[in-house]
Nanobody, 125 residues
Framework: QVQLVESGGGLVQAGGSLRLSCAASGRTFSLVAMAWFRQAPGKEREFVAAIRWSGGSTVYADSMKGRFTISRDNAKNTVYLQMNSQKPEDTAVYYC??????????????????WGQGTQVTVSS
């Protein structure tokens, strides 16, 4: 089993920045990739970004490119999401996810076996 714990959420003004962290523990050696998803009130959970542990290749949702950056620290088993130029529509609960399938379509919720509890991000206008 793998446990994922997010941190770093909070309240930020429009145009500001936040960095989320996701710390993985347990059988982390089984993980192939990690991702961030988000879910706004009344909306479906949507893909934000993903990163592979080996090599560090990344995938972004088109709407997040240029403002959000996903990165990882293999030694700390931690994935980060740097969010810049934030907008009120970025308000959501942000979830960290992990997968052990190497052939995953990393932008699909169904690709992930492990999920964190989520961290709230609120962007005020």
């Amino acid at each position: 089993q793998v446990q994922l714990v997010e941190s770093g959420g909070g309240l930020v003004q429009a145009g500001g920045s936040l960095r989320l962290s996701c710390a993985a523990s347990g059988r982390t050696f089984s993980l192939v990739a990690m991702a961030w998803f988000r879910q706004a009130p009344g909306k479906e959970r949507e893909f934000v970004a993903a990163i592979r542990w080996s090599g560090g290749s990344t995938v972004y949702a088109d709407s997040m490119k240029g403002r959000f950056t996903i990165s990882r620290d293999n030694a700390k088993n931690t994935v980060y999401l740097q969010m810049n130029s934030q907008k009120p529509e970025d308000t959501a609960v942000y979830y960290c996810a992990g997968t052990y399938y190497s052939s995953s379509n990393l932008d699909q919720r169904s690709a992930y076996q492990y999920w964190g509890q989520g961290t709230q991000v609120t962007v005020s206008s």
